[in-house]
């Protein structure tokens, strides 16, 4: 079966830190990643696409890179406005299978 | 703007069923391979089901397979989850996420609607 990890689990960083969570599969899959923000209460919003491109309107303190197994998401200078609940998902074939979230708060 | 409005959830006993609306608005609906995606309380987020832009090719998450039923209407603009032997674990907040489709590449789920919560409980 197909699996997606993410670590850590959690994280606290202060502001203005640099922040990278992992992502990695049990399958090569390419550059088909996604990472997802949800926000506390929030619906889940699109960040990244095929592993490192921007969505357009996400600032550009987030950057994405990686493929294959193994993908990274990377805050570049934690904002306040960035305590959220990141999860990466592979999109290219069913099942889109989402990775278990990397919850990041500010210390 | 794109608009994605989920309505059905509510309070289902274990063993019952409930069929689940997304109604689409601001773009082309019959062009985007339409989801549900669901979220437990405190949990993460969990592919359910997709299906194509004619509907010709429809998958579920094991979890749900034989026991959830996916459809659109695209004369409607709308997405439904039909579910069925509803348990307890089926308790979740359901999204449904749009995905732009061509024969070219694959796209991520841009578009989320709010949520339809649906608890399963005696």
């Known amino acids: 079966d197909f699996q997606m990890t993410q670590s850590p689990s959690s994280l606290s960083a202060s502001v203005g830190d640099r922040v990278t969570i992992t992502c990695r599969a049990s399958q090569d899959f390419g550059s088909y990643l996604a990472w997802y923000q949800q926000k506390p209460g929030k619906v889940p919003k699109l960040l990244i696409y095929?592993?490192?491109t921007l969505q357009s309107g996400v600032p550009s303190r987030f950057s994405g890179s990686g493929s294959g197994t193994d993908f990274t998401l990377t805050i570049s200078s934690l904002q306040p406005e960035d305590v959220a609940t990141y999860y990466c998902q592979k999109y290219n074939l069913a099942p889109f299978t989402f990775g278990p979230g990397t919850k990041v708060e500010i210390k | 703007e794109v608009q994605l409005v989920e309505s059905g959830g509510g309070l289902v006993k274990p063993g019952g069923s409930l069929r689940l609306s997304c109604a689409a608005s601001?773009?082309?609906?019959?062009?985007?391979?339409m989801n549900w995606v669901r979220q437990a309380p405190g949990k993460g987020l969990e592919w359910v089901s997709s299906?194509?832009?004619?509907?010709?090719?429809?998958f579920y998450a094991d979890s749900v397979e034989g026991r959830f039923t996916i459809s659109r209407d695209n004369a409607k603009n709308s997405l439904y989850l039909q579910m069925s032997s509803l348990r307890a674990e089926d308790t979740a907040l359901y999204y449904c996420?749009?995905?732009?489709?061509?024969?070219?590449?694959?796209?991520?789920?841009?578009?989320w609607g709010q949520g339809t919560l649906v608890t399963v409980s005696s």
């Open positions: 299906i194509s832009s004619s509907s010709a090719y429809i």
């Open positions: 996420a749009s995905r732009y489709y061509d024969n070219s590449d694959f796209y991520p789920f841009a578009s």
């Open positions: 095929a592993a490192s």
């Open positions: 601001g773009f082309t609906f019959s062009s985007y391979t």
